[in-house]
Structure formats: structure tokens, C-alpha cells
């Protein structure tokens, strides 16, 4: 069985993370956060990648597509070794940019189906209001003004395209995430059922 991947995409702070747990809770759905992955990854003693991935997430750019195609690839094959019948995959914050894709198409052509995108689409400000809340006690680095600036700016310019080839294809399902939780996992839901 190949894996069954939605993108889950969004500017930082649009609720891509909180709005994933809800969607495991509820639907048989497995959650891989390339940031999440990157920065296990950073923190793992003696990884090769640590320093590089680290000195990227601080200056807000994105990780070479190679090092987070492999965590992501890595994390599909134990999951489904554990339990066959967790085939389906939201990948959260990926692919970033064109190169991320391209490196994707490369190296998971055949071997993964990319059902459709998962698009949250949220106001600049209120992602950075929500990152700036969510810095008081998530201890990430990044969740401050200066990064936050960057992380939009590359958000806009790198990602924003992306979304706009899969629309191309009729394959992106938007979200409008500036709502409360429970209103965005309404409408989240609705698609999931929808799209079975």
C-alpha cells in the first residue's frame, strides 16, 4: 500500500499544528511536521544535519529539500511497518518552495499519493499575533518579530506559489483559518468526509 499524503500548508500561525491534532483525533490520519521532524532532528545527539538544520531555522530559510524528503520518507516507512492500516499522512509544512516539490516529485513519484492540499489561509497579522501568543510559552526560537517578519516574507514568496500550481490542478481544498478552532475544524472535517 503507498502512502496517502495531504499537504497541509499555511503561513506560520495559521493553526496547521493544532488543527492536525484534531484531524488525527478524528480521522485515521497520521501527522508528520517537517518542523517537527527538523528540529527532532537538530536536537538528536550525533546527527550529521543538527548544525546545518539549525543555522537555517535561525536565519528563517528552508532546509534542504534532501535532509527533510529523507525525515519525512523515514517517518512514512516506521509508521506503516508498526500498523499497515496507517497509510494516510498529513505532512504539515511541506513542500515550502518549488525546490522542496521538485525534490518530492523526484524522489516520492510512484511511491506516495498526494491526495490534495489542505490550505489555511490566514490575515499576516493575525498569524504573527498568534505566533507572538504562542512564543510566551512554546520556547521556539522563531515564534518572535524578527523571525516571524522573515518566515512570512519567505511564507509569501515561496509557498504561496506552490499552492497556486496544486490549484491549478484542482487539487487544493482552503481552509479560512482566522476563526476559532472549532469553527476551522468544522469546515476541515466537512472536506475529510467528503474527500474520504
Not at 524578527?146 to 487539487?171: A, D, F
Amino acid at each position: 500500500m503507498k502512502p496517502q499524503v495531504v499537504f497541509v500548508l499555511g503561513g506560520p500561525g495559521a493553526g496547521k499544528g493544532t488543527q492536525c491534532s484534531k484531524i488525527v483525533e478524528g480521522f485515521n490520519y497520521t501527522h508528520l511536521s517537517a518542523g517537527d521532524l527538523l528540529r527532532g532532528e537538530r536536537a538528536r545527539d550525533g546527527s550529521e544535519f543538527g548544525q546545518l538544520i539549525d543555522s537555517y531555522i535561525k536565519d528563517g530559510k528552508i532546509v534542504p529539500v534532501k535532509i527533510t524528503i529523507n525525515l519525512l520518507s523515514k517517518a512514512m516507512e516506521e509508521t506503516m511497518q508498526k500498523d499497515e492500516k496507517k497509510f494516510r499522512f498529513l505532512i504539515d509544512g511541506f513542500p515550502r518552495n518549488e525546490d522542496n516539490l521538485q525534490g518530492w516529485k523526484d524522489a516520492m513519484d510512484g511511491k506516495a499519493d498526494v491526495k490534495f492540499v489542505l490550505f489555511f489561509d490566514c490575515s499576516n497579522e493575525v498569524c504573527i499575533d498568534r505566533c507572538l501568543e504562542r512564543g510566551k510559552s512554546s520556547g521556539r526560537t522563531d515564534d518572535n518579530r524578527e523571525s516571524l517578519e522573515k518566515r512570512i516574507q519567505t511564507y509569501l514568496l515561496s509557498t504561496r506559489p506552490i499552492i497556486e500550481q496544486y490549484e491549478k490542478l484542482g487539487k487544493v481544498r482552503t481552509v479560512d483559518a482566522s476563526r476559532s478552532v472549532d469553527e476551522v475544524f468544522a469546515d476541515v472535517k466537512a472536506i475529510l468526509e467528503k474527500e474520504g
